[in-house]
């Protein structure tokens, strides 16, 4: 669709005698004024421009689309001409000559040889002597000049001269110089050569008519002195009225703006009242403008002007010329261009329509900022302006903020989309929206404290302030945590506002490298200069907790596997560390004689704890109930050589609180309705006991070790003829078949007796509290499991270095083929800084930490948000007794060779640098809990196995995630998916820590 400019412009020549003496006198009174505008506002000015005869009135735009004006010539009788100057859009003056550089642009250096110098149709000849020493000289055009009467200045020009050595002005010669000017310039409208006068300038006379010669080419005169110059016609006028219409494709209500390097199409009409002879037809282009097409016009020499020959125009015929122009190309500020129209003929010269053109795009990037995240507030510290952002870590999130402008008059409507590139190469991509993607190094991040995907950035708030004009004004602007790109945003007529996304650095960032960020609209590049520029840091150092332990090798397994036909559970394969020897046992194997048992039946060792005759207590026990009052006086470090006394007696062990399912020992302690361990008094009962005999047989007991099997630990001494329950299991995630045995050949089968679905467990419906059945939870079928009654399904390399590693709290050095015992996670924590043998006596009796577990584990609350709540290796103590610590404080998100998780320690480290900003509890069973760095509990909510995990999926590498981590905001979840046969890859969908996770990829 066109858009129509009219601006009618009349202009009428009034007839009058011509006289010499009136063409004087009218110079008297034009001639400060034409001399202010010649010597003061146009000296050196570079551009082609119109000059007219006429005055002309300031247009009047009207409503609409389309605007019209009219220009109208004073009468001949009007008493005060005027002479105005005016520059065209930008001009660019020609700099002053120096001594040392030679000529500025647009300057010629004349000798005292002579020469002659030329512009346009004018030419001045320097006869030899004219100047004794070198000279600058310039020929510039001027704008405007014009007068009323009968005399019209056809074209005018300053004529400037400067001594080349000393740059002072040279205005009087020693020979009088050659003025020429050609008859066939378009200029002269094809006026008659007999009606052409060649006039100077004088700053304190009028004008003063040079002694002119006319020949078939040229108008031509002597002149003595630099300065002003005229060509005026003396013909006789006649009144006629010219009507100018203008019409473009660039739309008026959006100040006629076009883009910068885009066409603009014009079309030119006029329209005469009376007929006119030798009609020129002129129209200026603004400086940085170029012609991709003249519509059959010709160019001035410097290309400023396009001319067309129109001949003889008869009363109201329409002259119409098309030609398309291209704008500059970008600048960083708008800038306004002005066109306008002349036409010479024969009588006279008439200024048309003066037009202006916005060159700007609609929508201009100009600066960037960066804001690196604070980890303690959350607020953003933001940078200078365009200054790049160094040093910055992976995962960390920090902001980029754009100021963007609309210097159009009507609103822009765009989609802010961030893109990124290795600075200096390649093509710019898309920031990936919420999440991110294998070998993408960012993407679009929530941040902590932000509860929505974008929030205001109010006009107070905007940092940068640089606009187009005085009256663009700061606008409602936007920021953006996830989304990119970004809904549509209408960005208001002549405002200026910021746009900023959050952005984190993946692990696929490189080290020390460059990247480069901008914006575009929705994948349509945006001009301008606003790039941001982040660098990444140096790796950072793995720092391993002080203390560091080697951990003692375990003697591998003999034997076949526990279900040959799957192959599932494979023994450790002969290869590997050499086997240590069979660690001794606290009750010194082989040396050991049982006081319990072996004696004659006329033998009275017995009466060291039965009372055959007399004996009135259980069992006919000297000691009565608790069956511990009796095991306790000699197991207490002074008749045996374990002080079990002292553990029950031990101040650090808190009491047992079965409201929250928090125990600390086995309540050997309390008097129960325990008869005989060969009675089976557990099965289906809730009200269980845990008296000594109920675990140990005192007649049958040894001094041996445990074994390590591909079928579990078996029994150790102390063990010995005790009663348990054998399990025959069935599909992964079915309860076993349970057996009731008096004598147990593995250590797990005593457990099972109470901790499993034999029995019946205590009933929680918080998930942290529940009792589950372990021997559904170890059922070797299962995805994964610790592997107590085989070894595990995860036998990668990186699962073996883990194992094999160092960490504060080492104790064993398992592998991929090893099984583990019940006690190596709930034994005997005063043990666990002396780096007992995996087989030693580990008994369960009490601890100080919950679930009788040999070592701290932080598995039911929260870390805060606060800076003492950073990585601690004591929060994850049983976890590092086998494995090593390398993997969880290393940050990097380098991929490693002992774990087949690299973000381990960005989950245990930086989430409080970044949270997503979950909710405030720190209850691991409160949904969207958790607001500080996580804890392994997290993610391996159910550490004997995945079965009963609290999403229902069953995953490999004992994945469970805890009741805090939710659904993604797209209902995704939670779940992690395992990518079979990559140990290194995976994906998660979930919502932990306020952070969705939408098919998450590592």
Request: charged letters at 15%; hydrophobic letters at 35%; proline letters at 9%.
């Amino acid at each position: 669709m066109r858009s129509a400019d009219r601006r009618p412009w009349r202009t009428r020549n009034v007839a009058a005698a011509l006289t010499v003496a009136l063409l004087l006198a009218w110079a008297v009174a034009a001639g400060a004024a034409a001399a202010l505008g010649g010597d003061a506002g146009l000296r050196g000015a570079s551009v082609l421009a119109a000059v007219t005869s006429t005055s002309t009135a300031t247009p009047t735009p009207t409503a609409g689309p389309s605007s019209t004006a009219t220009a109208t010539p004073s009468p001949s009788n009007t008493p005060t001409p005027t002479a105005t100057a005016t520059p065209a859009s930008d001009p660019t003056p020609a700099p002053a000559p120096t001594a040392t550089t030679g000529p500025p642009p647009g300057w010629t250096r004349v000798g005292p040889a002579g020469a002659e110098v030329t512009a346009g149709p004018v030419s001045v000849r320097f006869p030899p002597g004219a100047v004794g020493q070198p000279v600058d000289v310039a020929i510039a055009p001027l704008l405007d000049l014009s007068g009323p009467g009968s005399a019209r200045a056809l074209i005018a020009f300053r004529l400037d001269v400067t001594d080349a050595a000393g740059g002072s002005a040279v205005t009087t010669f020693s020979r009088p110089l050659g003025i020429s000017v050609k008859l066939a310039a378009p200029e002269l409208g094809g006026a008659r050569p007999e009606k052409l006068v060649l006039a100077r300038l004088r700053q304190d006379a009028p004008w003063s008519a040079l002694p002119s010669r006319v020949d078939a080419a040229s108008l031509t005169a002597e002149a003595a002195e630099s300065g002003t110059f005229a060509v005026l016609s003396h013909a006789p006028a006649r009144p006629v009225d010219v009507t100018f219409d203008r019409e473009t494709d660039a739309p008026a209500e959006g100040r006629h703006r076009v883009e910068p390097g885009g066409p603009l199409r014009v079309t030119v009409s006029m329209k005469p009242t009376g007929d006119i002879y030798a009609a020129v037809l002129f129209e200026s282009i603004p400086p940085g403008w170029t012609v991709q097409d003249s519509g059959g016009a010709t160019r001035s020499a410097d290309s400023s002007q396009l001319i067309w020959q129109l001949g003889d125009v008869d009363a109201g015929a329409a002259i119409t010329r098309d030609y398309t122009v291209i704008a500059p190309p970008f600048a960083a500020v708008a800038r306004t261009a002005r066109f306008q129209t002349r036409l010479v003929h024969e009588a006279g010269a008439v200024e048309g329509p003066a037009w202006s053109a916005l060159v700007a795009p609609k929508v201009i990037v100009a600066h960037v900022t960066i804001g690196r995240i604070d980890r303690e507030t959350g607020r953003a510290d933001y940078g200078s302006e365009d200054s790049p952002l160094s040093g910055e870590p992976r995962f960390e999130v920090f902001r980029l903020r754009f100021q963007v402008r609309n210097a159009d008059s009507t609103a822009a409507q765009w989609a802010p989309r961030l893109e990124y590139r290795p600075a200096g190469s390649g093509a710019f991509e898309p920031v990936p929206d919420r999440d991110p993607k294998l070998g993408v190094p960012f993407y679009a991040a929530r941040e902590r404290r932000v509860d929505s995907d974008d929030e205001l950035i109010a006009p107070a708030d905007v940092r940068m302030h640089e606009r187009d004009d005085a009256e663009e004004r700061p606008a409602d602007g936007q920021r953006f945590t996830g989304p990119n790109p970004a809904p549509k945003l209408a960005l208001p007529p002549r405002s200026y506002t910021e746009v900023e996304f959050s952005v984190r650095a993946t692990a696929d960032a490189a080290w020390l490298a460059s990247y480069e960020f901008l914006l575009s609209d929705n994948g349509r590049p945006l001009p301008g200069a606003a790039t941001a520029t982040v660098a990444l840091g140096p790796e950072p150092p793995v720092t391993l907790s002080p203390g560091q332990r080697e951990g003692t090798w375990v003697a591998p397994g003999r034997g076949t596997a526990a279900d040959p036909a799957s192959g599932r559970h494979p023994l450790l394969a002969a290869a590997g560390p050499p086997a240590p020897p069979a660690p001794p046992s606290l009750l010194a194997a082989g040396a050991f004689t049982s006081p319990h048992g072996g004696y004659g039946a006329a033998a009275d060792t017995c009466a060291l704890c039965h009372r055959t005759h007399t004996g009135d207590n259980k069992n006919l026990l000297t000691y009565g109930e608790p069956q511990s009052n009796l095991c306790l006086s000699c197991h207490d470090g002074t008749g045996a050589s374990s002080n079990v006394a002292g553990q029950y007696s031990d101040a650090n062990v808190p009491a047992n609180d079965s409201a929250t399912s928090s125990f600390y020992s086995h309540a050997a302690t309390t008097a129960t309705s325990h008869t005989s361990a060969l009675v089976n008094e557990f099965g289906g009962v809730l009200n269980r006991h845990s008296e000594c005999g109920d675990c140990h047989n005192p007649h049958r007991a040894s001094g041996a070790a445990p074994a390590m099997t591909s079928s579990g630990w078996t029994a150790s001494g102390p063990l010995t003829g005790i009663s348990g329950v054998t399990v025959t299991n069935g599909g992964a995630g079915t309860a076993p078949s349970y057996t009731w045995t008096t004598g147990i050949s593995y250590e797990y089968q005593l457990c099972l007796k109470c901790h499993s679905g034999f029995t019946q467990l205590l009933s929680y419906t918080k998930q942290s509290y529940m009792k589950l059945d372990k021997g559904t939870e170890l059922n070797p079928s299962n995805a994964s499991y610790h592997p107590i009654e085989a070894p595990g399904t995860n036998t990668t390399t990186r699962m073996a270095n883990s194992l094999a590693g160092t960490s504060p709290y080492k104790l064993w050095n398992f592998t991929t083929g090893s099984t583990v015992r019940c006690v190596s996670c709930h034994g005997d924590y005063r043990l666990a800084g002396s780096a007992p043998a995996a087989g030693a006596q580990l008994a369960p009796h009490t601890s100080q930490y919950r679930g009788l577990l040999m070592n701290n584990y932080r598995g039911r609350d929260l870390k805060p948000v606060a800076a003492t709540n950073s990585y601690t290796a004591s929060d994850f103590a049983l976890c590092f007794q086998c494995h090593a610590e390398a993997p969880f404080v290393d940050t990097s998100g380098n991929q490693r060779t002992d774990t087949n998780f690299r973000f381990h320690g960005f989950h245990l480290s930086k989430i409080y640098d970044n949270p997503g900003g979950g909710g405030a509890s720190t209850d691991i069973d409160t949904a969207d809990a958790g607001q500080g760095n996580a804890i392994c509990a997290e993610c391996h909510y159910r550490i004997h196995s995945t079965t009963y995990g609290v999403s229902g999926v069953g995953n490999a590498r004992l994945v469970n995630f805890a009741p805090n981590v939710q659904p993604n905001s797209m209902g995704q979840g939670p779940t992690w998916t395992y990518t079979a046969g990559n140990p290194d890859t995976g994906r998660c969908s979930l919502r932990c820590h306020g952070q969705n996770h939408g098919n998450y990829g590592y």
